[in-house]
């Protein structure tokens, strides 16, 4: 029996613990994260707000639940938006090698050649900010990411026996890449994306903070972090929950992914 590592115990325990709060937010939070109360402005914790509230009188703890359904709702769709045609491309070109996979390997090369933060912040000032743009900036620089992978992975997979037993029964590339190589590289594409879906975070934060992300009223943990940003003297938690959510949700997928790896492929584990 296969003894779980510790990364991936505590990287599932510390995900789905996001995970939870999130799906918790849409049905139930303490308070309406979007209410305002001026006369609750900046209140400490206590019994009726756990971890305060903030300069507008909303509840912290209830911005930081639907925070999460929304940092946590957009990762998932630009980690989605970027797979699906990502590996559709890695496939297409390990199937078909040649001018075709030079082709797609040099267009990867383009988007690779400009930092995916940067086209990201232009892509959301010229189309206007949104968690819709950010969501289709985010997810442009997942496609190339994932067709290295696949492709990488599908040319070890091609010269294998059960491959060309599959060819000589006749069946064509489109059929052996989504019966047998698509299959095969399901490890390799779950631990990628928790990567990709860690770094969508991060970026989709950042663009919140920088207010080309996620707007108003809906909260979000880069939005927090911005609008604390002038009181840290004041109410230093007002930046320190929501960092520390990013913090940790990133942290738990990145164990969470080098738990998997090391479960899908123990000589990784050992330095092999």
């Known amino acids: 029996?296969?003894?779980?590592?510790?990364?991936?115990?505590?990287?599932?325990?510390?995900?789905?613990?996001f995970v939870a709060l999130a799906l918790l937010s849409l049905l139930w939070t303490p308070y309406d994260p979007t209410?305002?109360?001026i006369i609750g402005r900046l209140q400490p914790i206590g019994a009726q707000h756990w971890l305060g509230t903030d300069q507008l009188g909303r509840d912290v703890l209830s911005m930081l639940m639907r925070g999460a359904a929304t940092?946590?709702?957009?990762?998932?769709?630009?980690?989605?938006?970027?797979?699906?045609?990502g590996?559709?491309?890695?496939?297409?070109?390990?199937?078909?090698?040649?001018?075709v996979d030079e082709i797609v390997m040099r267009g990867n090369d383009v988007v690779f050649a400009f930092p995916a933060l940067l086209v990201a912040i232009l892509l959301t000032t010229a189309f206007g900010p949104?968690?819709?743009?950010?969501?289709?900036?985010?997810?442009?620089?997942?496609?190339?990411?994932?067709?290295?992978?696949?492709?990488a992975g599908a040319l070890r997979l091609w010269p294998r026996e059960?491959?060309?037993?599959?060819?000589?029964?006749?069946?064509?590339?489109?059929?052996?890449?989504?019966?047998?190589?698509?299959?095969?590289?399901?490890?390799?594409?779950?631990?990628?994306?928790?990567?990709?879906?860690?770094?969508?975070?991060?970026a989709e934060s950042?663009?919140?903070?920088?207010?080309?992300?996620?707007?108003?009223?809906?909260?979000?943990?880069?939005?927090?972090?911005?609008?604390?940003?002038?009181?840290?003297?004041?109410?230093?938690g007002l930046a320190i929950y929501p960092g520390l959510a990013v913090?940790?949700?990133?942290?738990?997928?990145?164990?969470?992914?080098?738990?998997?790896?090391?479960?899908l492929d123990p000589r990784l584990a050992k330095g092999v």
């Open 71 to 85: 940092s946590l709702g957009v990762a998932v769709a630009a980690v989605v938006l970027g797979a699906v045609p």
């Open 206 to 236: 950042a663009l919140a903070y920088l207010g080309l992300g996620t707007q108003a009223p809906l909260p979000s943990w880069g939005r927090m972090l911005a609008d604390a940003q002038t009181l840290t003297a004041l109410a230093p």
């Open 162 to 202: 059960y491959i060309l037993a599959a060819r000589v029964a006749g069946k064509d590339s489109l059929r052996i890449s989504l019966e047998h190589i698509l299959p095969n590289l399901g490890g390799a594409l779950m631990v990628q994306a928790t990567t990709q879906f860690a770094l969508a975070i991060v």
């Open 247 to 263: 913090v940790l949700s990133v942290l738990g997928l990145n164990w969470l992914g080098n738990g998997l790896r090391d479960l």
């Open 130 to 151: 949104g968690a819709l743009n950010a969501i289709l900036a985010i997810g442009l620089f997942n496609i190339p990411v994932f067709a290295r992978v696949t492709r």
């Open 87 to 99: 590996i559709a491309l890695g496939l297409f070109a390990a199937a078909r090698r040649g001018w």
């Open 1 to 17: 029996m296969t003894r779980l590592s510790p990364a991936l115990a505590l990287g599932g325990l510390t995900s789905g613990v």
């Open 35 to 37: 209410q305002l109360s």
